[in-house]
């Protein structure tokens, strides 16, 4: 008898049989690759996935003996002998990749051809009395390159068998080990009854709202996703102004949509957290916590709450592991980054993307260095497996010149020109040049005013500014409940900087002054946004400087608001957090150009905010569609092969034939966000402080890593290194990095401060 996997019994009673395992994983890889026409492939790759097991070396290892025994590369050199190169080489990235993830294909002296040359792999041969391999000779997947790029086609293709068979030995191996884990799972309500808790809950929404234009416009965007969701699977763009309610108008379709084509499942791509948290909390009301998974870089399932509290947590933290659930709202990041990976943890949920419906929000932040590797990806996952993809934006990027013909977005509304003019409510207007001190001086001159700038230190010091323009100045103590009562006031304090550091805090909260940016921890900056949204709600006065992480998303209305030259999109972007909800006949936008060093951009910045001059100069609505339309074919015709900056796509078809492909390479190179950058933790209040300690104590981190998410602030690795020279940080569990002179380097208002090292390197954007 030979085992799959071993328990405590010696008498081997409850021992898994390696044939059962074989059998069991070949048939769910099977039923997942079913879903793109690939189940022939799916049953080899379980079937010869763990052949390596039936060694004696392997067996004894099971019986204690300590030894190391590779048994993945046994099955990749048995597909090697059975079939053609075609259907031998897919398999062989997937089965020697199941454990540490996809190779290169690389050269005989590195890589998946250097690791099946190998002669020394222990006798495997057992096998051929238990597992009969099936002939795949005649066996090709049925696919459409697009662009004619075969090589990208087949690769994905191969990425997409590699997530069914690693998702298939998880599951089969939980099965196993962890029964009472395993139950958990897949105990999602049916879509049948989503279908009725999204109708009830639109119904009644619909029937309260107050019979307006605004409103009536809304109910029209809404019916007609609905009547769209009878076309068959393909690429749509949807273009809804800001305050349309597309967010509930997109799921409408993708309901209809997935009920129409009997479809698996919905995902919401988003490129901000601050957005996901917000659309999550939507849906979760409308469906319920346990058919909804929240899935980003500072979401902790242990915040959720429910009258099932554990096991809701438990059962959304498996289904991030394989996106079973029916509805996903994930980030840009972890959604393209994952089509792209080699790795086994974020490829293994790739396969249920087929046959869903796929909401990108905002689709005008996607990436420009990657735009056209996340097309092609798109593209994929429409044409070869079965996919609706919506392109959801106010900011309708212009991909035509981009995509196949045969694949270019069909539009959802039926006159989006008519619905800009319905929902327009912001004038713009070009300021040109502006330092600082004329700039806090026109902010002071509002009640209520946003300012969006594009890097941190301009927030920084122009917040600064505008706090000592309102006349607060940073001398103060405890008594700031009876300052506040006095006109002109100065107050002296003999303790450390600290105690006047917070309570110039209040203070400036008396004078309404808020600063918003990433050198602020997401707790801290949550907290920030809900004063502010209090204050305007309050009708009371309110300055806020922020960077651009304020624009996408971010449900908030201020009567005017001033951008620093940007890109079209962005100030698109920022017009949308004014008069949001039409209270006035119209909302002021200003755009300037900052003359303060300090206020300059990386080069990329500078060429798009150049191009978004170049728009102003031409149009007398610089916000209009064909404006925007123009904006961004300007922008993609300059970027040119920098729309694929590491060069991702040509990197698939360079060994087309001999189907030799750098998964290795390729998700290294694909990275949405900067890699030299560190994350400190912030030691923020009394929950922060607390998992802190606990991980000094038991010197595990592993439980706390999605709690201390929340607390985390991402700084360059100048910056870093800068702050341990002075000291300033220090490392637990050999894992994070804490900031330990919080008093001195976190500020309030600010949020982290560069005290020391302020002029050793440029700060992050937002």
């Not at 915040?303 to 933290?317: A, P, Y």
């Not at 946003?450 to 890097?455: M, P």
């Not at 569609?625 to 694929?644: H, T």
């Not at 100048?718 to 020279?725: G, M, T, V």
Request: a neutral charge; charged letters at 25%.
């Amino acid at each position: 008898m030979y085992y799959a996997h071993s328990t405590d019994r010696k008498d081997k009673s409850d021992w898994q049989p390696l044939k059962e395992h074989l059998e069991d994983v070949a048939d769910i890889a099977s039923g997942f690759s079913r879903e793109f026409n690939a189940e022939q492939f799916g049953y080899a790759s379980g079937l010869l996935h763990d052949i390596g097991k039936y060694s004696p070396e392997f067996q004894r290892r099971l019986d204690g003996t300590n030894i190391r025994v590779d048994h993945s590369t046994a099955g990749a050199q048995e597909a090697r002998k059975l079939y053609g190169i075609f259907q031998s080489r897919i398999l062989e990235y997937i089965i020697t990749g199941h454990h540490g993830g996809l190779l290169n294909y690389g050269t005989k002296e590195c890589g998946l051809d250097e690791r099946l040359s190998r002669s020394f792999l222990p006798d495997y041969s057992a096998y051929k009395s238990e597992i009969l391999a099936p002939d795949l000779n005649k066996v090709r997947p049925s696919l459409n390159p697009i662009n004619n790029k075969m090589g990208f086609a087949i690769s994905f293709y191969t990425r997409m068998l590699f997530s069914c068979l690693v998702d298939a030995d998880f599951l089969d191996t939980e099965r196993f080990l962890s029964p009472d884990k395993s139950s958990l799972r897949e105990q999602y309500e049916s879509f049948n009854k989503l279908f009725t808790k999204f109708d009830n809950y639109m119904n009644t929404k619909l029937s309260k709202a107050e019979d307006n234009p605004i409103n009536r416009y809304r109910r029209e965007i809404y019916e007609q996703c609905i009547e769209k969701a009878e076309l068959p699977p393909q690429m749509f763009s949807l273009t809804v102004p800001t305050g349309g309610g597309k967010t509930l108008s997109s799921m409408a379709f993708a309901l209809d949509h997935l009920k129409k084509y009997n479809l698996n499942r919905i995902f919401y791509v988003i490129p901000y957290t601050s957005i996901i948290e917000q659309n999550a909390d939507v849906f979760r009301k409308i469906f319920g916590n346990q058919n909804v998974l929240e899935h980003h870089s500072n979401y902790d399932p242990k915040n959720e709450k429910s009258e099932n509290t554990d096991t809701t947590q438990e059962k959304l933290k498996l289904s991030s592991e394989n996106w079973d659930i029916p509805i996903v709202v994930t980030t840009n990041v972890q959604f393209f980054e994952s089509l792209f990976s080699n790795r086994v943890s974020r490829c293994r949920k790739l396969h249920n993307l087929a046959k869903s419906v796929i909401i990108l929000d905002e689709a005008q932040m996607l990436p420009t260095g990657f735009l056209k590797p996340c097309l092609a990806a798109l593209s994929e996952l429409v044409v070869n497996y079965g996919s609706t993809v919506v392109i959801c934006t106010a900011t309708q990027p212009n991909l035509n010149g981009l995509l196949d013909e045969s694949i270019r977005p069909v539009e959802i509304m039926r006159s989006p020109q008519e619905l800009y003019e319905a929902f327009r409510r912001v004038h713009v207007t070009d300021l040109g040049d502006m330092a600082d001190t004329d700039l806090s001086a026109k902010l002071n001159a509002h009640k209520q005013v946003l300012c969006i700038v594009n890097t941190r230190k301009h927030a920084q010091n122009l917040y600064e500014q505008l706090s000592k323009s309102s006349s607060c100045c940073h001398l103060s103590a405890k008594l700031s409940v009876r300052l506040k009562a006095h006109k002109q006031v100065r107050c002296l304090v003999n303790t450390r900087r600290k105690h006047a550091q917070n309570l110039y805090g209040q203070l400036s909260k008396s004078n309404s002054c808020y600063h918003l940016s990433a050198r602020m921890c997401p707790v801290h900056r949550r907290a920030k946004l809900k004063e502010i949204k209090d204050l305007l709600r309050n009708g009371d006065e309110c300055r806020v400087v922020s960077t651009q992480l304020i624009e996408a998303g971010v449900d908030i209305d201020f009567p005017a608001v001033y951008r620093a030259k940007a890109g079209i999109d962005s100030v698109c972007q920022a017009s949308g957090r004014c008069n949001r909800e039409g209270k006035l006949d119209s909302g002021e936008v200003y755009v300037f150009r900052s003359t303060e060093a300090y206020g300059k951009v990386t080069s990329w910045q500078s060429r798009v905010a150049e191009i978004g001059s170049m728009i102003f100069d031409e149009w007398d609505d610089p916000l209009s569609l064909p404006a925007v339309d123009r904006y961004f074919e300007k922008l993609y015709s300059y970027e040119g092969d920098g729309l694929d900056k590491k060069r991702i796509l040509p990197s698939f078809e360079e060994r087309l034939r001999d189907i030799a492909f750098p998964f290795e390479d390729v998700a290294d190179a694909f990275n949405l966000i900067e890699n030299n950058t560190r994350d400190i933790i912030i030691p923020y209040d009394d929950k922060a402080r607390a998992i802190i300690k606990q991980i000094q104590y038991t010197g595990f981190p592993g439980n706390y890593v999605r709690s201390l998410q929340g607390y985390t602030v991402s700084i360059y690795l100048e910056e870093f290194k800068a702050l341990e020279r002075i000291n300033a940080i220090s490392s637990i569990a050999d894992r994070f990095f804490v900031l330990d002179d919080a008093e001195n380097y976190y500020s309030e208002n600010i949020g982290l401060l560069n005290r020391k090292c302020d002029e050793e390197f440029p700060l992050l954007t937002a």
